[in-house]
């Protein structure tokens, strides 16, 4: 098991590969510090964002779901952080396997070429063990790095769309609150008007009505 993972089991391509490991090390730990960071801090990030929508209570609904897009793009932004990395680890770990494999196995023949005498299996099998152990690392590093890079979205994904329906539904409220008081004063002035017309209206049309009774 330790020769498998050797230096020299992985070929001319053992560094490059070694770094592309590092590197999704650095970035998985580095992310994973900050999703704990992230949930502890989860209900002060979503009371900045009410509050960001509080201050702008003035503005027309509009504006304020700009306003509320522009930051939930910095939040996504903020929490997507190293998923180019990730991908680009995706995308190159499995290529520099697969030329890894190339180089082992043009390197297994050439030997072969060069062998004297009866072809001996256990030569081509080393060779091609050293080929082949390029590829298991590159895709590796490669399935662990789209891994992370897919949950990190699903997370960011999810948490973010739940807070914005909230928000959302909060812009909403105040913009309903603001629509509601002129109608609520409209029905005030209609109700007024129908109690003058109550009020003034009917006692004339009665006095009139007496008064003609009265003359005829």
């Known amino acids: 098991m330790m020769a498998m993972f050797s230096i020299d089991t992985l070929g001319v391509l053992a560094w490059p590969l070694i770094c592309c490991a590092l590197l999704l090390f650095a970035v998985a730990g580095e992310r994973l510090c900050f999703a704990v960071w992230a949930v502890w801090h989860r209900q002060q990030t979503y009371s900045d964002a009410l509050n960001l929508l509080d201050s702008n209570r003035e503005c027309g609904k509009a504006l304020r779901d700009e306003v509320l897009a522009l930051h939930l793009q910095m939040l996504s932004t903020q929490w997507l952080r190293g998923q180019n990395v990730l991908r680009g680890l995706a995308t190159v770990s499995p290529l520099l396997g697969m030329l890894g494999t190339i180089i082992g196995v043009m390197a297994a023949f050439h030997r072969l070429s060069e062998h004297r005498g009866a072809v001996n299996p256990a030569l081509l099998a080393d060779g091609l063990w050293q080929a082949l152990t390029t590829t298991a690392v590159g895709l590796s590093i490669a399935l662990l790095a789209a891994v992370l890079a897919a949950l990190q979205n699903s997370v960011c994904r999810v948490v973010l769309q ?47 009505r007496a008064q003609a009774r009265t003359t005829g």
């Open 162 to 208: 739940n807070w914005a329906a909230k928000l959302n539904q909060r812009s909403l409220d105040m913009a309903g609150a603001k629509v509601a008081a002129p109608t609520l004063r409209a029905a005030l002035a209609s109700a007024v008007a129908v109690l003058l017309v109550l009020v003034l209206v009917v006692p004339i049309t009665i006095f009139q």
